[in-house]
């Protein structure tokens, strides 16, 4: 394992494990696919393993880790027929939640929501902040649809996709397959200013955009010999 955990204090328990570890996948230091050994962890983190194993079963439930009686846990790694399912649900899903949220916009979420595109393309060279801006703006207007419910599964369903994208984009198995931001300026800008037709097939095109590009990098990790694919990780 190439990134190093800090130690925590025994009291700080699974809640900054599991949140160090989160951070780890999701600003893309650790490779898809890459085991995670409760040992190993444990020695990093000084902590016992039960507590390893209680932060790595948190993560399996956000979509983050997966766990395999077999291997352990490692990290999310998604087949391209899984992000074919995931982001088939997404697409449905999330635009639901831009057809509840257009009615309900009021100007100061407006102004939020352009906020937050702007300072996505401002800091689109520093990927970390990209992302956690990218999940905050799409996790902001599934809130302003008012359907709790809706906003919960799409939570679930979306963090394995964003946390594979952002670790496609500092993987060198991906080679020449750039996975990119997209356009959320003009995204936001579509869904605040157009009718709500035109918010809902804007963000239909979004995720579809984004569909094409991960479907790619994703046939491509597993066409790799070298990847750690879960065909052989059954064998």
Request: proline share 3%; charged share 30%.
């Amino acid at each position: 394992m190439q990134t190093s955990f800090a130690p925590v204090k025994r009291e700080s328990s699974r809640e900054i494990v599991s949140a160090s570890i989160r951070e780890a996948i999701l600003e893309g230091s650790l490779q898809v696919g890459q085991r995670l050994r409760e040992v190993q962890l444990a020695g990093q983190f000084q902590v016992s393993r039960p507590v390893i194993r209680e932060a790595l079963q948190q993560l399996t439930y956000e979509g983050l880790v997966e766990l395999n009686s077999f291997r352990g846990a490692q990290v999310i790694d998604l087949t391209p027929e899984q992000v074919d399912e995931m982001l088939g649900l997404r697409l449905i899903l999330e635009s639901e939640a831009v057809r509840l949220a257009k009615p309900r916009l009021k100007d100061r979420d407006k102004r939020r929501l352009r906020e937050l595109a702007q300072a996505m393309s401002d800091a689109a060279r520093e990927s970390r902040s990209v992302v956690q801006l990218d999940l905050e703006l799409h996790e902001t207007l599934w809130s302003l649809s008012g359907n709790e419910t809706l906003m919960k599964h799409l939570v679930l369903l979306t963090r394995p996709l964003f946390a594979f994208g952002v670790i496609l984009r500092h993987s060198r198995q991906s080679g020449a397959v750039r996975h990119g931001i997209g356009d959320h300026v003009n995204l936001i800008k579509r869904i605040c200013d157009g009718s709500a037709k035109e918010a809902v097939e804007a963000m239909e095109s979004h995720i579809r955009e984004n569909w094409d590009r991960t479907r790619a990098a994703a046939a491509r990790i597993h066409a790799d010999p070298t990847a750690p694919q879960k065909k052989r990780a059954r064998a």
